[in-house]
Nanobody, 125 residues
Framework: QLQLVESGGGLVQPGGSLRLSCGAS????????IGWFRQAPGKEREGVSC????????NYADSVKGRFTISKDNAKNTVYLQMNSLEPEDTAVYYC??????????????????WGEGTQVTVSA
């Protein structure tokens, strides 16, 4: 079974940056669409960004467009989420997820099969 591990969360001041990583062991991420989701206290989980299995297609939530960038390093079997100009509203637990059923060229914010345990991102002065 695919196991995902997130890292890179932490405490950062408003306007700062963090880079989250989503790694996998035993299986290559080359066959999976990867999504980043977040859940803040008292709020529903929301899709933040996703990248297709091919790496050629990405999507972003409107709230993070222009600030976050998703990328995939096949050699390291890792997907990254670069987060710049962070705002207090970005505070949440961030999860990466993998979908083996998406078309190779596409990604989405729908149902994902495999999930990591999450990493906390706190944006505060």
């Amino acid at each position: 079974q695919l196991q995902l591990v997130e890292s890179g969360g932490g405490l950062v001041q408003p306007g700062g940056s963090l880079r989250l990583s989503c790694g996998a062991s035993r299986f290559t991420l080359d066959y999976y669409a990867i999504g980043w989701f977040r859940q803040a206290p008292g709020k529903e989980r929301e899709g933040v960004s996703c990248i297709s299995a091919s790496g050629g297609s990405t999507n972003y939530a409107d709230s993070v467009k222009g600030r976050f960038t998703i990328s995939k390093d096949n050699a390291k079997n890792t997907v990254y989420l670069q987060m710049n100009s962070l705002e207090p509203e970005d505070t949440a637990v961030y999860y990466c997820a993998a979908d083996p059923y998406s078309e190779r060229r596409l990604c989405h914010f729908g149902e994902y099969t495999y999930w990591g345990e999450g990493t906390q991102v706190t944006v505060s002065a």
